[in-house]
Structure formats: structure tokens, C-alpha cells
């Protein structure tokens, strides 16, 4: 069984521009949320995306966008980018909705906006 | 809003001491409580619900509606408890979605 993988490890981009991040699941998940963990924080739930609809979003401005596809894989893009954006993006997959359905994390990627 | 308030940023006690890590909660349902332990250089992951009522590596926590809290126990600290905890609540935020609200964390450090 494949655990969740985020790509990439550490990115590093400049204020105003766009990123896209990507997070595979963990076989037979078919939901995936995506986290926002600044330094010093806890994850802030950012949306959570079902069989490639958004089922849910936290307090987070248009900006975010996602995306989930057929294969349950999904990215996050961030356009517009802030230096507040500088944190650990966090993905995490279940195997349904329901939070009664443990969520898997995978190991984050970094992002620093200069 | 729905809130998680876990007080102490860093905990440190002496092996085989009792440990609790404290946590609170602000929301108007029946929330759904997790906490969630990242050990050095590993991923964050689930140690234990309180919907599950068991204990994991030791730990347990009860939910207590009255004080709004769900703080974390274990007897007796072992060395390998020495992680970052997360308290962790489920309450539909935003658009019935089952994101988790977390707290900033409690760093326990279990000394020799």
C-alpha cells in the first residue's frame, strides 16, 4: 500500500507569482484536504475535494483553487502569491467522507515566497 | 466559530512521570475530537478519537462536554513519546466538508 506523496519537497517562488502543488493519495482514497501549516501553527484546513468536486472550504480567499482528478490525485494552485503564503502545505487523503475516516497525511511541501 | 486552544506550547517531564496535554474546544455541536502526534522527521498521523474510547500507546483522552476539553493522559512517559501533539476537532467547518481545526500544538519532550 502506497502511502500520501506531495511534489514537490521545497519550492521556492517571488511575490505576485503563481504555484501549483500536487498530492497523490493513498490507494483507494477517494477524498483529499488540503492543510496550510505556517511556522509555530497548527494546519489550517484549507478545502477538501470528493470524486473531483469541492466538498467543503476553510477561510481562505479565491486564490486557493484546486483541483481533484479521475485518478483521486489533486493540486493545489496559489495564484497572486503573498509572502503569508510562505508556510508547509499539507495534504492528507481518506478513504471516504465522514470523519469517522482517518486522514493520512503525507510529508508536506515547503513553500517560501521571497 | 469552532476553536481548539491547547494552552501549553511545551511540555517537558521526566520518564515515568504522568503526562497530560491539555486541550479545549469552542463549538456549538457535538464535535468530532482527535488527537493527532508527528515524532521527529516523521508525518503527522492519528493517534487516537475519542468516538473510538481506546487507548493508544498508553494514551487516552475523555471528552468532557462540560469544560469543553479533551486533554490527553498517560500514566507513566516513556522516552518515545517525545513528539509534537496536535488536538484536532471535526465539525463540518465550512460547507458540511470534514476538515480538522487544529491547535498550535503541544511539544513534549520526555527527559531520562
Known amino acids: 500500500e502506497t502511502g500520501v506523496t506531495q511534489s514537490p519537497t521545497h519550492l521556492i517562488k517571488t511575490r505576485g507569482q503563481q504555484v501549483t502543488l500536487r498530492c497523490s493519495s493513498q490507494?483507494?482514497?477517494?477524498?483529499v484536504s488540503w492543510y496550510q501549516q505556517a511556522l509555530g501553527q497548527g494546519p489550517q484546513f484549507i478545502f477538501q475535494y470528493y470524486r473531483e468536486e469541492e466538498n467543503g472550504r476553510g477561510n481562505f480567499p479565491p486564490r486557493f483553487s484546486g483541483l481533484q482528478f479521475p485518478n483521486y490525485s489533486s493540486e493545489l494552485n496559489v495564484n497572486a502569491l503573498e509572502l503569508d503564503d510562505s508556510a508547509l502545505y499539507l495534504c492528507a487523503s481518506s478513504a471516504d467522507l465522514g470523519s469517522y475516516n482517518e486522514q493520512f497525511f503525507g510529508p508536506g511541501t515547503r513553500l517560501t515566497v521571497l | 466559530a469552532q476553536r481548539v486552544t491547547q494552552p501549553e506550547k511545551l511540555l517537558s517531564v521526566f520518564k515515568g512521570a504522568p503526562v497530560e496535554l491539555k486541550c479545549n474546544y469552542s463549538y456549538s455541536g457535538s464535535p468530532e475530537l482527535f488527537w493527532y502526534v508527528q515524532y521527529s522527521r516523521q508525518r503527522l498521523q492519528l493517534l487516537l478519537r475519542h468516538i473510538s474510547r481506546e487507548s493508544i500507546k498508553g494514551f487516552t483522552a475523555d471528552l468532557n462536554k462540560g469544560e469543553t476539553s479533551f486533554h490527553l493522559k498517560k500514566p507513566f512517559a516513556q522516552e518515545e513519546d517525545s513528539a509534537m501533539y496536535y488536538c484536532a476537532l471535526s465539525g463540518r467547518a465550512g460547507g458540511g466538508a470534514d476538515g480538522l481545526t487544529f491547535g498550535k500544538g503541544t511539544h513534549l519532550i520526555i527527559q531520562p
Open positions: 490507494s483507494g482514497h477517494n477524498t
